[in-house]
């Protein structure tokens, strides 16, 4: 089955009881038993609940994975990767990361004695410059937040090795349509499911996909254990949502490429990133391990002035955090997505106050070209 057939049919409705086309939304906490010591497969919704079910089941197969599970938010699920984790242990994490990653692991994960060193995995010998005895997990994101570097996963898994490292990779921005890491060498694959999964800018989510049964049982453990589930309701939204998301992620990104042309041309621009652009380092890797390019572009601008007057003054496009969503949004990185990131650090990154962050949408290219033009002239 191709991504896109898979992205409409990969799941259909466990139960079969009605040939509902859509999932059911399961509106219950609870279920009951048949007989003592029996159960329909259905207990208590923390633990399983056929809609979510249904849309882990989905997300698995889009992934290539054993199994997925869907949590109430992208870092409710990165909340419970991390007790896989134990004191003492170290993880090798991308530099140029997700913010709500960072104050995560800084303001938490390192509470709990978990060490994380953060390089440029896109730099392989960084990666193997930065592995001790310690090392039991390499989290990654590609292409990153917002600086839009890419990494060779199967370069980093050769790294790792087959022993007990664990390759995390956040496939957020690409999603499963456009990239598997799985296929390439990953344990662990995590979603926001915010963004493209659900792609309308109308709920949260985020997943864990695994690729071993091991994994699986330590994380549905954890899952039921610590609680931050997918609500049926919003596991209904992300099931509908993906089943558009071939037709959402090639629109997308064919205009981004349009508008990254477009920027690259602009006098006021002084730098685009986007994977995309045949000039970009990892135009030839992302070609290699993706099917596409995804439609996140960050761009910097000659000064803060002309940055603010952008965000200040776009009317189609929406200043607002996020990506993923039909709509384009477009971000201030330094206030907004990396606020928390400490200046020195993110001065090194490139995200000062001339750097922009599009996320673009499926609206028609001309008309997010002609609201960047009227703010940009
Ligand atoms: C948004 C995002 C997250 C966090 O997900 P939420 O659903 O907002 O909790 C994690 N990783 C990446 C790359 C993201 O863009």
């Given at each position: 089955m191709k991504p896109e057939t898979a992205c409409v049919h990969?799941?259909?409705?466990?139960?079969?009881?009605?040939?509902?086309?859509a999932v059911p939304?399961?509106?219950?906490a609870t279920f009951s038993h048949?007989?003592?010591?029996?159960?329909?497969?259905?207990?208590?919704t923390r633990a399983t609940n056929p809609t979510r079910e249904h849309v882990e089941k989905l997300v698995a197969a889009l992934e290539g994975g054993v199994d997925a599970q869907a949590f109430s938010s992208g870092m409710a699920a990165i909340g419970t990767l991390m007790e896989l984790f134990s004191p003492g242990d170290e993880i090798i994490a991308t530099d140029d990361l997700y913010g709500g990653s960072i104050r995560l692991f800084e303001h938490v994960s390192r509470k709990n004695g978990v060490d994380i060193r953060y390089v440029d995995t896109s730099d392989l010998e960084a990666v193997r410059a930065a592995m001790?005895?310690?090392?039991?997990a390499i989290f990654m994101e590609?292409?990153?937040?917002?600086?839009m570097k890419v990494t060779d996963i199967a370069g980093i898994r050769a790294l790792a090795g087959t022993g007990d490292i664990l390759l995390i990779v956040d496939n957020t921005f690409l999603t499963p349509y456009f990239c598997n890491p799985i296929a390439l060498g990953a344990d662990i694959c995590i979603h926001?499911?915010?963004?493209?999964?659900?792609?309308?800018?109308?709920t949260l989510a985020g997943f864990i996909v695994v690729n071993s049964q091991e994994l699986a049982e330590r994380l549905r453990f954890l899952q039921k254990t610590i609680g931050g589930v997918l609500s049926p309701f919003d596991a209904f939204l992300v099931a509908r949502g993906i089943k558009t998301l071939a037709i959402r992620m090639e629109k997308a990104q064919e205009n981004a490429i349009r508008v990254a042309r477009w920027l690259v041309k602009h006098?006021?621009?002084t730098a685009v990133h986007y994977?995309?652009?045949?000039?970009?380092?990892a135009y030839a890797l992302s070609r290699r391990q993706a099917r596409g390019f995804g439609a996140m572009i960050s761009f910097s601008v000659d000064s803060a002035q002309t940055a603010s007057a952008i965000l200040e003054n776009v009317k189609l496009i929406l200043f607002a955090e996020s990506l993923g969503g039909v709509e384009t949004l477009i971000t201030y990185p330094i206030t907004?997505?990396?606020?928390?990131?400490?200046e020195s650090e993110r001065l090194a990154r490139?995200?000062?106050?001339r750097l922009l962050r599009l996320s673009v949408g499926i609206e028609a290219a001309g008309d997010i070209i002609e609201d960047l033009e009227r703010v940009m002239e």
């Open positions: 990969a799941v259909r409705d466990a139960t079969h009881s009605t040939g509902a086309v939304i399961y509106q219950s048949p007989a003592i010591g029996e159960s329909t497969g259905y207990d208590y001790t005895g310690r090392t039991r590609s292409p990153t937040n917002p600086m926001s499911g915010t963004k493209y999964l659900s792609g309308h800018n109308d006098p006021k621009v994977v995309g652009l045949p000039d970009h380092p907004q997505t990396h606020a928390d990131v400490p490139g995200i000062d106050e």
